[in-house]
């Protein structure tokens, strides 16, 4: 999604949150994909088991998988009720009223067939869309009428995909997916590349028991039967708040944008050509305004044919972007105000400051700009809190964090980049993550390269901590520090720990932030995270910390952690708290051994199979020998001092009461191997 799309959907969001899922009809909506995938499912085993028995099944294929509006007749017709319904009345009827001819039980027998095919083998959806295509009793039946029941089956593989749902991913991602069987593979996957790329996003502002895709679902619903937005493309306005930004205070906290030359009055109700004529009247009748026909003052017709879902950039001076908004509604009149009565409703989505240079000769209060310039100016460098202008525009700035894409981490780390996309998208969706795995296998390494990778361009700042089995609440979220006082006596101030500083620091900070936790096993999870077990799960609430401060996480803030699975099991950490961790597992990668070795002078395949023979006499993956003793280019040289002094004393902690199994993989019995 391109930049000025993900603003505009965030605003949107914004708006969506704070408009729908919390009325009767919201809460009812979201209550629905839960129920409705529920009776879908028992639809199916219903429709299945009497075909099965060779019976007709085309009354049952038409009631049952089709989604019906929710009505007193459809209701006692048994039909299958769904929040995103395709038929009112009667199907069948209402067909033949409009003189259709229609063969319904070979219709129903194709339905039955494609939605079968689908269920049973859904890595073969564009082989059976193309095989529904092209049967004669498909027409009429598409996306709408059938992923509703491909949704309720297999919700993981098939996204539903109706009208509201088209227009708004063909909308956000600048395409033109149709609504037909035959296209369904493409816009199912599109709408779950869009879906993954903005989940984090979504659960930051409302963050529901829904799925993500339900999300977006519930989202395209309002966006287009509710708010009725156009989904044409917004225009783009850079629009100065006053001379030096002046009113911006007033327009950030009013939600407005407003113009000057007061004197013309109300315009709302005036064509260009009456609009003319005001104009000419007032530079007539005051020529010490000093008004121009071809000057400013034509900027008040501009500014009032500005249209709801248009995006503003509020400037301040040609250096600095203080604002971007979504206009909300139509131009109105302030008559009341003292100046600036021109004014537009504005939900200001983003208020940082942002040093932006402008062209030469954009000196003007109002100026049109393009998508480009507009992505340009959401990507501006953020001018940090407490930083001031130092001159004529300059502004002294802190550099933003280097870039570093999945694409470096997983060339660094030897790890497929979809599945570092996955686990990049659970870490925003949940906000706190662990890597488990054996020893050896990369856990703090990949940590720290995902950490730089959620704050890549970004502002934020990473911390690691090292639990052990002494760490204690007071030293992660506070307790009382001894210390002496000014007579000579011990004073017992309440210290705040690392976890309550780390997140004073993100407060300052407004992108991403991280803090890595290494061995986060090896401490007593439940008493050190104290009040943080609910703040996890409640990352919009506050508690009362013993000492009577009011705490709570800040929405940037990450939370990897590392967990050797040797040293504690996985299945002894706290089920409350593993329910509020995404778990990311992570065990030896023996294609990351070939493929680091690639590049040295050391006969790699030797040692994979002693890895493999050593992991299968393990027979336990949660202690299976990891890879990263080995990652060194000299290892020609250093293998027998790992191997001797690493590998062999875990190997014969593993093996304590079974010294033969130890024996076999002694340096000296498995060297020829390792060195052919």
């Known amino acids: 999604m391109q930049a000025s799309k993900k603003s505009e959907f965030l605003a949107l969001y914004q708006e969506f949150s704070e408009d729908y899922p919390l009325t009767e009809k919201g809460k009812e909506h979201v209550s629905a994909y839960s129920k409705h995938r529920q009776q879908g499912q028992q639809n199916y085993r219903e429709v299945e088991a009497v075909a099965a028995r060779g019976e007709d099944i085309t009354d049952l294929v038409l009631l049952k998988w089709i989604p019906y509006s929710d009505t007193p007749a459809n209701r006692e017709r048994e039909v299958w009720i769904h929040h995103a319904p395709c038929v009112t009345g009667d199907l069948v009827k209402k067909s033949e009223n409009n003189g259709n001819t229609v063969d319904w039980a070979e ?30 009793h498909s027409k009429g039946f598409q996306t709408g009428y059938l992923t509703p029941i491909l949704n309720a089956l297999r919700p993981d593989d098939f996204l539903l995909i109706n009208s509201k749902s088209q227009r708004s991913i063909n909308y956000f991602t600048n395409s033109n997916y149709s609504t037909k069987i035959a296209n369904y593979p493409q816009i199912n996957d599109a709408e779950r590349q869009l879906v993954n790329s903005i989940a984090s996003d979504m659960r930051a502002i409302w963050d529901s028991e829904l799925r993500d895709d339900d999300q977006f679902d519930i989202f395209c619903h309002w966006l287009t039967a509710i708010k009725k937005h156009t989904l044409k493309p917004p225009k783009y306005w850079k629009i100065s708040p006053g001379d030096g930004a002046w009113q911006w205070d007033e327009c950030r906290d009013n939600g407005f944008i407003a113009l ?24 007539n009748q005051y020529p010490e305004l000093n008004w121009n026909k071809d000057g400013g003052v034509n900027q008040v017709w501009k500014f009032s044919q500005i249209s709801e879902g248009d995006r503003i950039v509020a400037n301040r001076g040609i250096s600095e972007v203080v604002g971007i908004g979504t206009v909300t509604g139509a131009y109105y009149y302030q008559h009341d105000a003292e100046k600036q009565r ?22 003007k209060t109002l100026i049109p700009l393009n998508a480009n310039r507009f992505s340009d100016i959401l990507q501006a460098p953020k001018i940090q809190e407490g930083m001031t202008l130092m001159g004529k525009g300059d502004v002294s700035i802190q550099p933003p964090n280097e870039t570093y894409t999945l694409t470096q981490c997983s060339k660094d780390t030897y790890i497929d980049e979809a599945l570092l996309h996955s686990w990049v998208s659970a870490t925003n969706r949940k ?33 690691i901590v090292q639990f052990h089995p002494a760490y204690t609440y007071e030293d992660f979220i506070e307790g009382i520090r001894p210390k002496q006082g000014e007579n000579g006596g011990l004073d017992y101030p309440v210290v705040a720990g690392q976890f309550i500083n780390f997140c004073e620091k993100a407060r300052k900070r407004q992108d991403t932030c991280v803090l890595i936790i290494d061995e986060i096993n090896r401490a007593n999870l439940a008493q050190v995270f104290g009040e943080l077990m609910y703040l996890m799960e409640y990352r919009d609430h506050e508690v009362t910390l013993p000492s009577g401060r009011t705490f709570s996480i800040p929405n940037n803030v990450r939370i990897l952690g590392t967990m050797n699975t040797a040293d504690r099991s996985i299945a002894l950490v706290d089920h409350a708290l593993r329910r509020r961790f995404a778990f990311l597992p992570l065990y030896p990668n023996l294609l990351g051994l070939a493929q680091f070795h690639a590049d040295t002078d050391f006969a790699v395949d030797g040692l994979i199979q002693v890895l493999t023979d050593v992991n299968q006499s393990i027979g336990d993956l949660q202690y299976q020998l990891g890879t990263s003793f080995f990652l060194q280019k000299s290892l020609k040289d250093d293998l027998q ?19 033969d199994k130890v024996k076999q993989f002694r340096w000296d019995a498995i060297k020829t191997q390792l060195q052919a």
């Not at 219709?107 to 049967?135: G, M, R, W």
């Open 260 to 283: 000057g030359f007061s004197e013309l009055m109300d315009v709302s109700n005036l064509s260009q050509q009456e609009f003319n004529v005001q104009r000419d009247k007032i530079i």
């Open 107 to 136: 219709t129903a027998k194709t339905i039955f067939q494609f939605v079968k095919h689908c269920n049973d083998n859904p890595a073969d959806l564009e082989t059976a869309c193309q095989n529904y295509e092209t049967s004669p």
């Open 342 to 363: 021109h004014r537009l409703p504005v939900h200001w989505d983003d208020t940082t400051v942002r040093s932006f240079n402008f062209p030469k000769g954009w000196v």
């Open 431 to 463: 906000k706190q993550a662990i890597l488990y795995g054996p020893p050896g296998t990369g856990k703090t390494y990949l940590a720290q390269r995902l950490a730089r990778h959620l704050l890549s361009e970004g502002d934020g700042c990473k911390e």
């Open 641 to 659: 001092a790992i191997w001797q002094m690493e590998i062999e004393p875990y190997l014969e902690e593993y093996f304590f009461d079974q010294p």
